[in-house]
């Protein structure tokens, strides 16, 4: 089957073969079809299975005909971070070169005026993350009824950071006779609630999960005592073992305030590197990216938040500075290197207090992960236990503590990560609004026993907004002492 075959016009075909591109992947090849049909499409797929382009290149098609006016965009594309809709972009960029298209980006970090400038023009194409795209509209300067496009995408991912209810929200400001177009690599039932409130009769396109690990990525546990020095301590001794055969390595923290010490660190120990979290602002995180994919950078420090999603090449190492909390993201972390056939290595750092999440991990790719270099009963700490010095004076330790350090942050109204541009009293916002019924269920909760769930939380309890901004340990606001009275549910 050829690009042409699916239905998709000259213009697009021709752009589609410059880009070196002969074969439709099949969810391209199940998709566009339908996509250029004006149906509904509930779209399955993972990134890296070419479903960014089953979505643009329809579109590109259908836009063809009609042209945008001032402040109503013709299509929107939501998209939960930053970059994948910078990335969106690119795909537009790419493929639409053959037609004259008024493409506007509306993310954080960015001043309002351009993007109002393009919005004012008319955009036949507006990818936006949904928190600066709401702050547009209710600024008056964006109308949304004259949308006969919408994608989401990520949609599980937009689950994961507390986007749901914007979505709903915008998915209502859109006219019903719009042609939505669904992505999303799981369906939880959250997401199935949404398809099944906002999609009209979709054409439901699956393509196989990836192999949950990939067989060509050898993996190893590195023990580690775990104090953060030792830890990196290990880490830099593991970059040297490996240096014969590190292409380019990406380099996991669990959070962001970890992300930008070891990146600091390895800056004074003289490493190639660069890092990506979500206080970074987004030119710089741009070049971050840019410089790591041109190979300028050899190692890459990243939050699972800020990397999820980014159509970042093969990698040839991938270190998990921390074993990370939930075990699927584990899976796409090591996901990121012995892509193609190609082989890669992974390399998890594991302390004392990782092993109910090695536990689980295994438990999830169903086998267990060889040590690189003996396990942790050869590991003597250094002075009791681990991580005392995050801990108040006085403090009780809390099981899963670590844990909650990232999800436990109240969810923002609905800024995007970083906002800098915005002003103060809303950037603040992003820190405090938590919806009363997340916060009254916390403190109710049974125990809940897990183990037939990926040990992973279930989704109504991790549905607080987990981007970057979320992932640091410093509790917000109350913290876990909110006062009985906050936790009664409003009555509206
Ligand atoms: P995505 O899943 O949209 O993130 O795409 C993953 C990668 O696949 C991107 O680098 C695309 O440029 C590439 N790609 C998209 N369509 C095709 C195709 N038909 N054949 C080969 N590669 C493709």
Same mark, same amino acid.
């Given at each position: 089957?050829?690009?042409?075959?699916?239905?998709?016009?000259?213009?697009?075909?021709?752009?589609?073969?410059?880009?070196?591109?002969?074969?439709?992947?099949?969810?391209?090849?199940?998709?566009?079809?339908?996509?250029?049909?004006?149906?509904?499409?509930?779209?399955?797929?993972?990134?890296?299975?070419?479903?960014?382009?089953?979505?643009?290149?329809?579109?590109?098609?259908?836009?063809?005909?009609?042209?945008?006016?001032?402040?109503?965009?013709?299509?929107?594309?939501?998209?939960?971070?930053?970059?994948?809709?910078?990335?969106?972009?690119?795909?537009?960029?790419?493929?639409?070169?053959?037609?004259?298209?008024?493409?506007?980006?509306?993310?954080?970090?960015?001043?309002?005026?351009?993007?109002?400038?393009?919005? $004012?023009? /008319?955009?036949?194409?507006? %990818?936006?993350?949904?928190? =600066?795209?709401? +702050?547009?509209? @209710?600024?008056? *300067?964006? &109308?949304?009824?004259?949308?006969?496009?919408?994608?989401?995408?990520?949609?599980?991912?937009?689950?994961?950071?507390?986007?749901?209810?914007?979505?709903?929200?915008?998915?209502?400001?859109?006219?019903?006779?719009?042609?939505?177009?669904?992505?999303?690599?799981?369906?939880?039932?959250?997401?199935?609630?949404?398809?099944?409130?906002?999609?009209?009769?979709?054409?439901?396109?699956?393509?196989?999960?990836?192999?949950?690990?990939?067989?060509?990525?050898?993996?190893?546990?590195?023990?580690?005592?775990?104090?953060?020095?030792?830890?990196?301590?290990?880490?830099?001794?593991?970059?040297?073992?490996? $240096?014969? /055969?590190?292409?380019?390595? %990406?380099?996991?923290?669990? =959070?962001?305030? +970890?992300?930008? @010490?070891?990146? *600091?660190? &390895?800056?004074?120990?003289?490493?190639?590197?660069?890092?990506?979290?979500?206080?970074?602002?987004?030119?710089?995180?741009?070049?971050?990216?840019?410089?790591?994919?041109?190979?300028?950078?050899?190692?890459?420090?990243?939050?699972?938040?800020?990397?999820?999603?980014?159509?970042?090449?093969?990698?040839?190492?991938?270190?998990?500075?921390?074993?990370?909390?939930?075990?699927?993201?584990?899976?796409?972390?090591?996901?990121?290197?012995?892509?193609?056939?190609?082989?890669?290595?992974?390399?998890?750092?594991?302390?004392?207090?990782?092993?109910?999440?090695?536990?689980?991990?295994?438990?999830?790719?169903?086998?267990?992960?060889?040590?690189?270099?003996?396990?942790?009963?050869?590991?003597?700490?250094?002075?009791?236990?681990?991580?005392?010095?995050?801990?108040?004076?006085?403090?009780?330790?809390?099981?899963?503590?670590?844990?909650?350090?990232?999800?436990?942050?109240?969810?923002?109204?609905?800024?995007?990560?970083?906002?800098?541009?915005?002003?103060?009293?809303?950037?603040?916002?992003?820190?405090?609004?938590?919806?009363?019924?997340?916060?009254?269920?916390?403190?109710?909760?049974?125990?809940?026993?897990?183990?037939?769930?990926?040990?992973?939380?279930?989704?109504?309890?991790?549905?607080?907004?987990?981007?970057?901004?979320?992932?640091?340990?410093?509790?917000?606001?109350?913290?876990?002492?909110?006062?009985?009275?906050?936790?009664?549910?409003?009555?509206?």
């Amino acid at each position: 089957m050829t690009f042409a075959d699916l239905g998709l016009s000259p213009k697009v075909v021709s752009a589609v073969a410059d880009a070196g591109y002969t074969q439709p992947t099949p969810i391209q090849a199940g998709a566009i079809p339908h996509a250029l049909e004006g149906k509904d499409v509930l779209g399955i797929a993972q990134t890296g299975t070419g479903k960014t382009a089953s979505f643009v290149l329809p579109m590109l098609t259908r836009l063809e005909k009609g042209r945008a006016r001032a402040r109503m965009p013709r299509t929107l594309i939501l998209e939960p971070t930053r970059e994948l809709a910078a990335q969106v972009e690119e795909n537009f960029v790419k493929y639409g070169k053959n037609h004259k298209l008024n493409i506007a980006l509306l993310i954080g970090g960015v001043s309002f005026d351009e993007q109002d400038k393009k919005l $004012e023009r /008319g955009a036949d194409v507006l %990818i936006a993350t949904p928190g =600066r795209l709401l +702050d547009h509209r @209710e600024r008056g *300067k964006l &109308l949304l009824n004259g949308v006969e496009i919408l994608v989401i995408d990520e949609a599980d991912r937009m689950l994961d950071m507390g986007f749901i209810p914007d979505i709903e929200r915008i998915c209502e400001m859109i006219p019903f006779t719009r042609q939505t177009l669904f992505f999303s690599a799981t369906m939880p039932p959250e997401i199935t609630k949404l398809t099944e409130k906002f999609l009209h009769a979709p054409v439901r396109v699956e393509v196989a999960r990836a192999a949950s690990a990939a067989t060509t990525v050898t993996q190893r546990l590195v023990k580690s005592m775990s104090k953060p020095w030792e830890k990196r301590d290990v880490l830099r001794k593991l970059i040297k073992q490996e $240096e014969e /055969g590190l292409k380019n390595a %990406i380099i996991f923290c669990n =959070r962001k305030v +970890d992300v930008s @010490e070891l990146y *600091k660190s &390895l800056m004074r120990h003289e490493f190639s590197v660069g890092a990506l979290h979500g206080d970074m602002d987004q030119r710089a995180r741009m070049t971050m990216l840019t410089n790591f994919r041109d190979g300028k950078l050899k190692l890459l420090v990243a939050s699972d938040v800020a990397a999820r999603g980014l159509d970042i090449p093969d990698v040839s190492h991938v270190f998990n500075y921390d074993v990370p909390i939930h075990s699927e993201d584990y899976v796409h972390r090591i996901g990121r290197t012995g892509r193609a056939g190609r082989l890669g290595k992974s390399f998890t750092i594991a302390t004392r207090n990782d092993t109910k999440y090695i536990d689980a991990i295994e438990k999830l790719i169903g086998q267990s992960i060889e040590w690189h270099d003996g396990d942790l009963s050869t590991v003597e700490e250094s002075e009791g236990e681990t991580d005392a010095p995050r801990r108040g004076k006085g403090a009780p330790r809390r099981a899963g503590r670590k844990d909650e350090g990232r999800e436990r942050k109240p969810r923002g109204a609905r800024h995007d990560a970083g906002e800098a541009a915005a002003p103060k009293a809303e950037a603040d916002q992003e820190v405090q609004a938590q919806p009363a019924p997340a916060r009254a269920a916390a403190p109710a909760r049974k125990q809940r026993d897990w183990s037939n769930e990926g040990n992973r939380p279930p989704r109504e309890n991790r549905n607080y907004r987990r981007r970057d901004d979320d992932d640091g340990d410093t509790p917000v606001g109350f913290g876990d002492d909110v006062p009985a009275f906050m936790l009664i549910e409003a009555k509206v």
